[in-house]
């Protein structure tokens, strides 16, 4: 499961997937102590193989729809995000990751 925020909720499926691994990098990023602008991608490659997936144009098509899902979920929440794709970024031929300037990413340990 992936949360956002305090209310929007992403239940087990192909968008909290992929927001898990980048989240993941975000966190080893983190850990290492790098100024978030330091914070590196995963290329598209590296997303087909930690995905279980076919192709990159698979990935691509997680990347759009996890963006959609969070807009969707961000408006049903009363919330606002203007550019979604700002929350995933893509530079280009470096890959993915969160945003680091705009994106905290924390670990919830269940009790």
Known sequence: MVLIGE???LKKNAS???LIVLAEEWLRAAGKGLEPLEFPCLKSGDLVE??????DEVVRRRILTARRTIAKRFESAGLSVDKPEELIENLSWNGYRLAPERVV???RHRS
């Open 7 to 9: 209310h929007i909720e």
């Open 16 to 18: 909290a997937d992929l």
């Open 50 to 55: 930690k995905l279980g997936v076919e192709s």
């Open 105 to 107: 990413v924390r670990v």
